[in-house]
């Protein structure tokens, strides 16, 4: 039999994500709301499969995906479905260093039905993967972005830093001793 861990802030979330699970022979051993019970709960329970929230208290950032990101390194077998209204691919790279495998990650409000959904614990528990196709593409634009980051030369990601910062192109050339040469060239 499947076990299962879920995670939600939501107590009502929490308690319905485990009706559906068990209702479909998934046996749901621990039901917590913080990602340091979350945590707690997979090591003392060892589940096949984590559904947990991307945000969690206190901060209700990213508490519930960096907690999956620690979970695939304690316990590599464990199957990880993130489960959120959020696409956060910030740590998702990290989830995946190893692998898409017995990981997951789907959008509450797009999740294709209750079917569907136990489907995909099912799935991940058996070491597959489900992703939901904006999440994908998430991921893929924000590895995309990041490798034309990585390809700048220093220098140019410090000029890239001010400008996030918003400083002008006379205060990013003076700050860095660079001299105008457009304006040389046309004055």
């Not at 051993?29 to 997979?42: K, N, P, Q, W, Y």
């Not at 991307?54 to 316990?75: C, S």
């Not at 995946?96 to 569907?116: D, H, P, Q, V």
Request: net charge negative; glycine share 8%.
């Amino acid at each position: 039999m499947t076990t299962a861990v879920v995670a939600d802030d939501a107590p009502l979330i929490r308690e319905a994500i485990a009706a559906v699970l068990e209702s479909a022979g998934i046996k749901v051993v621990g039901l917590v709301g913080a990602a340091d019970a979350l945590l707690a709960a997979v090591a003392t329970t060892r589940p096949d499969v984590a559904v947990v929230d991307v945000r969690m208290p206190p901060t209700y950032r990213m508490e519930g995906l960096q907690a999956a990101v620690q979970m695939r390194r304690l316990h590599p077998r464990l199957g990880i479905l993130l489960l959120s209204q959020h696409v956060e691919p910030q740590y998702l790279r990290q989830l995946l260093a190893g692998g898409a495998g017995s990981t997951g990650y789907l959008l509450k409000e797009r999740a294709a039905g209750i079917a569907a959904f136990v489907e995909a614990v099912k799935t991940i528990a058996r070491g597959g993967c489900a992703f939901d196709p904006q999440v994908v593409s998430a991921l893929v634009t924000s590895t995309r972005a990041a490798d034309a980051v990585a390809a700048l030369s220093p220098r140019e990601q410090q000029v890239l830093q001010l400008m996030a910062e918003g400083w002008s192109n006379a205060a990013i050339a003076d700050r860095l001793q660079i001299i105008e040469l457009l304006s040389e060239l046309v004055g």
